[in-house]
């Protein structure tokens, strides 16, 4: 397996307070990551730093072999609006644009693909996810559901190679998020690897790899293996995640 993502030695400081401590890991083409742990743990900032939007104090983080640690913003930005695509627990759609042009606003402004490659693709990514029909409406008339469906097309855009996520279901109830997390799931599928932060077991099982954060520093993994949906009515999967967690102290 190829690996995308490897992060050696991250440390991030806030002035005096030391929030990641040394954080070391890897990961590979096409897997699926989910980071928990307390509040606090520092499970937002390690996806922050890793993807530039904050910067690490120390450390280095490599993307398909590439340091991108001490990137200029510019060039960082670059990167994350052409490989790396982000979900967060709110929608972060642009209120005066239907959710259609929030969608494609991503792809106009990166020259990965052209206009016409980019409205294909978003049709495409708002059929997969079931919010064609509300395509031209304004983000203030559909539900949170399909705000966060939206929020997904408009990360995936420009067919990025990793997905980030902090707490990307926080803020939907448990049918939706189901509902979401087949669609995180079935785009791990085809082949983006995905990295999220969740609070919520559920949303952990739906991970090959569990990372858990405590005190900034990675206490333990559990490797679950590549998520089925057969597999998981057995419920065992969410056995052993619960069982693990509990040993985290969770
Ligand atoms: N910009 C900042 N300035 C100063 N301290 C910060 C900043 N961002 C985070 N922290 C501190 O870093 C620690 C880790 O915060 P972080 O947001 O990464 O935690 P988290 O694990 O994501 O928590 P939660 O589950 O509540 O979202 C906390 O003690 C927080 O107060
Ligand atoms: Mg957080």
């Not at 990307?168 to 079935?186: C, F, R, Y």
Request: aromatic content about 6%.
């Amino acid at each position: 397996m190829k690996t995308i993502l490897e992060v050696q030695n991250l440390c991030k400081n806030y002035e005096d307070t030391k929030v990641l401590n040394n954080i070391n890991f890897k990961v590979d083409e096409g897997e699926f990551i989910a980071i928990m742990g307390q509040s606090g743990s520092g499970k937002s900032t390690l996806l922050y730093s890793i993807s530039g939007m904050d910067r690490p104090t120390k450390g280095n983080v490599l993307l398909s072999g590439k340091d991108i640690s001490n990137l200029e913003d510019e060039k960082m930005a670059e990167v994350r609006l052409n490989k790396m695509g982000f979900i967060f627990q709110n929608s972060h759609l642009l209120k005066n644009l239907s959710i259609r042009d929030n969608i494609v606003l991503p792809g106009f402004k990166s020259a990965k693909l052209l206009r016409d490659e980019i409205n294909q693709h978003a049709d495409k990514l708002m059929e997969k996810t079931g919010i064609t029909s509300v395509a031209t409406h304004d983000i203030k008339k559909v539900s949170g559901g399909q705000l966060q469906r939206a929020a997904i097309c408009r990360a995936l855009v420009n067919q990025p190679d990793i997905l980030f996520g902090d707490e990307p279901t926080g803020s939907l109830n448990s049918s939706t998020t189901k509902e979401v997390m087949d669609i995180i799931n079935a785009i791990n599928r085809e082949g983006t690897t995905v990295m999220i932060v969740t609070h919520d077991v559920k949303v952990a099982t739906r991970a090959g790899r569990v990372i858990f954060l405590l005190d900034g520093n990675i206490h333990d993994e559990l490797l679950l293996g590549k998520y089925n949906e057969d597999e998981n009515k057995s419920s065992s999967r969410e056995k052993r995640l619960f069982e693990w967690l509990e040993k985290q102290g969770f």
